[in-house]
Every structure is written in structure tokens, then in C-alpha cells.
């Protein structure tokens, strides 16, 4: 199913809010596993719903024909919880190359007033024999002079989404 790139384009790039800044966070990780183990768990719904602690979750709706939901264009889901509800549709997926996931108008962390996810891709690339890097970019609005404290946030936040990413994939690899 492909996504309506008209649908999609607002929500990703429309207008900043009154009193709001973009932010962007770009990282990368380099992974020793084949980008195709680092696509596979990255792209597995089980890696998102499995172990999240409560009261936190991630929700994938099942697509309009039945099926269930996962990383494919046209899916919705949510990530919600306390202080936090980024709910958005899959965007364009290339396998194992390329992820996109647009988020809702309404999607916040702390509050509609601090900020406001817009959009998160995910990189998949070849690094050499056995390797991969992983590269991540978040686009936010957030309310000006908050930038600063968003970025720092999120980076320590991101850093430990890139620990547990070598574990879990190293333990994996292991098992193979």
C-alpha cells in the first residue's frame, strides 16, 4: 500500500506553531551485526510493544484489510504514556535501507506547550563485512529557549536506545 504523499507532507513539514522552534537530532550508531539483523529488529513490532514498562505503551493499529499492523506505509500506531503521547503513520519503507514514521498533529512530550514530534527516520547502512551503521533523525517543534534542554534530553535518551541496540543485537548475533 503506498501513503498519499499529500497526506503525509503537512504533517512533516507544515508550519512551525506560534512560540515554537525546529529541532533536529541527528545520530548514528555503528552496529557489528549486518544491517539486515539490525533492519529485522528495528522493524519487528514485538522489539516496540514486548517490555515496555507500564504505564507506557506502543500501539499498532491493524490495516484497513485485516492484517495486523506493523512497519508498513499507511500503519498508525502510538507511543503514549505519562507526559507523552506521539502517535503518528508509517511513512515510506525501503527495505532494508530506509524508515519513516510521520507523527500526528497533536503528538507531544511534556506538554502541547514544550514539544512536538513531527517526524523520525531511521537510516539503515552497510559499513562493511558484518557491520552496519544505524543513523536516526527526530525533527521536533519546541518552544523557544527549550532547545538546548530538548537536545540534551533526547540525546541521553538516544544514547541508551544505541547501548541496548548493541546488547540486544550482539546477543543476538551470538546466537546465530
Do not use: K
Amino acid at each position: 500500500m503506498d501513503v498519499d504523499p499529500n497526506l503525509t507532507v503537512p504533517l512533516a513539514s507544515g508550519a512551525t506553531p506560534p512560540g515554537f522552534r525546529p529541532h533536529a537530532l541527528e545520530l548514528a550508531w555503528n552496529l557489528g551485526v549486518p544491517r539486515e539483523v539490525v533492519w529485522a529488529w528495528l522493524n519487528d513490532p514485538r522489539t516496540f510493544t514486548r517490555g515496555q514498562l507500564p504505564p507506557f505503551r506502543v500501539e499498532f493499529l491493524p490495516m484497513p484489510d485485516g492484517r495486523p499492523g506493523g512497519f508498513e506505509p499507511g500503519c498508525l500506531n502510538a507511543h503514549h504514556g505519562p507526559l507523552m503521547s506521539f502517535h503518528g503513520v508509517i511513512g515510506e519503507v525501503r527495505a532494508p535501507e530506509y524508515r519513516d514514521l510521520i507523527y500526528g498533529y497533536g503528538s507531544y512530550a511534556l506538554s502541547m506547550r514544550v514539544a512536538r514530534p513531527r517526524r523520525l527516520q531511521f537510516w539503515f547502512e552497510e559499513a562493511g563485512p558484518g557491520r552496519s551503521t544505524l543513523r536516526m533523525r527526530l525533527d521536533t517543534d519546541v518552544r523557544r529557549g527549550l532547545g538546548s534542554l530538548w537536545g540534551g534530553v533526547n540525546r541521553f535518551f538516544w544514547w541508551n536506545f544505541g547501548l541496548s541496540a548493541r546488547l540486544i543485537l550482539a546477543l543476538r548475533a551470538r546466537r546465530t
